[in-house]
């Protein structure tokens, strides 16, 4: 069971009792998918980070809701609310099984799920690898991340392959998934180059499953993340090739170019760098609505061109014209008087 824990945690749930064993941000106890620290808008205050559910709850014994409510999405906050919270009456928290009917574990529903994990286990857990936008090569590997068969040097170790678990990169005693992929000095060097300004704190505390999680699933109506979904599935992947290529082929590591190698072969899957500006443009024409697109020249509207290039001037944000710029009243008089521009378009 050891060797295939991080496969078989996905179907283990949380009842809560006291609240005082469950990690509120860690541990899965709200939804079926993930562990709240996924869901999250912004970071997580460090003073949060590894607080129990029992420390979320008022001297009246109701959820404070005003130390998480604006960290997380409204429909993550519903499903907290139908949450009795944790009270000393209650008892100790507890588990249970989430891949059998009565809750009960049992090594046959662990082999079925297991065996099975998208026909019995978590569904959106495991089709993260399907989901990820990107050549099929790159989600075969994810699937084998989620399904945690790297053969890192602890899971070589564990088969008797070989003697030592250290990391050859920088010299740790366990090499395992995680150190492989984020924790090694080498690798947080990488991430260093990748991460967004603003990324979650909890990015190098979250256990394995957790952290797939938080990166490669798509929040719904959230089209500005699909660019780290992208990023986040090359990264890892191209982190495993390059410490291969360390190991096997005694190539160098360089961080700076492992990282610009990344951000080149995401580009190559969304080489439009408004491609989130498109995809939204999708999505709203696929509204129940009839819209008709046509493309007009911008010598045939001059105005507007103008206008287009005028906002680039300006901060962003909403900026109200109460009265025209001067350089637009010439172009405006052109349109009342019907003056057309020519315009040399080659087919």
């Known amino acids: 069971m050891g060797s295939t824990w991080e496969q078989t945690r996905v179907g283990m749930r949380w009842n809560i009792g006291d609240g005082k064993r469950v990690r509120f941000w860690w541990d899965c106890w709200v939804t ?50 139908s949450v009795h919270p944790p009270t000393a ?55 084998l991340l989620l399904h945690g068969r790297l ?28 150190h492989t992929l984020r924790d090694c000095v080498t690798a947080k060097r990488v991430w260093s180059h990748l991460l967004p300004n603003h990324h979650p704190h909890s990015f190098f505390l979250c256990p394995l499953s957790d952290w797939l999680q938080m990166n490669l699933m798509r929040k719904k109506n959230n089209t500005s993340q699909e660019y780290w979904r992208v990023c986040f599935g090359v990264a890892v992947w191209r982190l495993w090739f390059w410490r291969n290529n ?5 190539g160098s590591w360089e ?21 989130i500006l498109v995809k939204t ?21 001059s105005a507007a061109d103008f206008l287009a290039s005028y906002s680039l001037t300006k901060p962003l944000g909403l900026h109200v014209l109460p009265s025209p710029p001067p350089d637009i009243i010439g172009l405006l008089c052109n349109d009342a008087y019907g003056i057309a521009h020519s315009s040399l378009v080659l087919h």
Not at 281 to 301: F, G, T
């Open 246 to 250: 360390f190991l096997f082929n005694h």
């Open 89 to 143: 009456s209650h008892g100790a928290d507890s588990f249970f099984w989430g891949a059998s009917s009565n809750g009960n574990f049992s090594v046959k529903s662990a082999y079925e799920f297991l065996d099975d994990p998208i026909g019995n286990g978590d569904h959106s857990f495991w089709c993260l690898a399907w989901s990820w936008k990107g050549p099929h090569s790159i989600r075969v590997f994810l699937w």
């Open 151 to 178: 053969k890192t040097k602890k899971e070589l170790n564990r088969r008797h392959l070989i003697d030592s678990t250290q990391c050859d990169r920088c010299g740790g005693p366990v090499e395992d998934i995680l």
């Open 281 to 301: 443009i999708r999505e709203l024409l696929a509204r129940d609505w009839i819209v008709h697109m046509e493309h007009v020249y911008r010598e045939a509207n």
């Open 255 to 275: 961080s700076g170019f492992i990282a610009t190698d990344i951000k080149a072969r995401t580009k190559e899957i969304l080489p439009n760098e408004n491609a």
């Open 32 to 81: 079926t998918s993930s562990s709240l620290a996924a869901y999250t808008s912004q970071p997580i205050p460090n003073t949060l980070l590894s607080k129990r559910v029992a420390d979320f709850v008022n001297e009246i014994g109701n959820w404070n809701w005003s130390l998480f409510s604006h960290l997380l999405p409204n429909n993550i906050l519903l499903k907290i609310a």
